[in-house]
Nanobody, 124 residues
Framework: QVQLVESGGGLVQAGGSLRLSCAAA????????MGWYRQAPGKQRELVAAITSGRLNYTDSVKGRFTISRDNAKNTVYLQMSGLKPEDTAVYYCNVEGVVSDRLYDRYLDVEVWGQGTLVTVSS
């Protein structure tokens, strides 16, 4: 129904920058929210940033350093990360909530989809 393709992770030194991308494809009728979560080793997955109905939301630890943006025409969400710190090291997951069309049964379905994750490693 919906597939997410993430890219942009990698290894960077502290203070550096990376940009993550997540493209959604499939029978998308409407996207309600797009966001990024992360999970560090031994920790729970946490919300990093999200766009919901045009509103931006950031976790406190990334405010002023990370910027989330969305290209509606491409169904793509980006996370520009600057001033990276070793504690930002984690697997970053894209998350999309929306509505897909099911043509077989002529209906619309609410979905929540996760990307495969991309590793961001920040060295000190």
């Amino acid at each position: 129904q919906v597939q997410l393709v993430e890219s942009g992770g990698g290894l960077v030194q502290a203070g550096g920058s990376l940009r993550l991308s997540c493209a959604a494809a499939g029978s998308i009728f409407r996207i309600n929210a797009m966001g990024w979560y992360r999970q560090a080793p031994g920790k729970q997955r946490e919300l990093v940033a999200a766009i919901t109905s045009g509103r931006l939301n950031y976790t406190d630890s990334v405010k002023g350093r990370f910027t989330i943006s969305r290209d509606n025409a491409k169904n793509t969400v980006y996370l520009q990360m600057s001033g990276l710190k070793p504690e930002d090291t984690a697997v970053y997951y894209c998350n999309v909530e929306g509505v897909v069309s099911d043509r077989l049964y002529d209906r619309y379905l609410d979905v929540e989809v996760w990307g495969q994750g991309t590793l961001v490693t920040v060295s000190s």
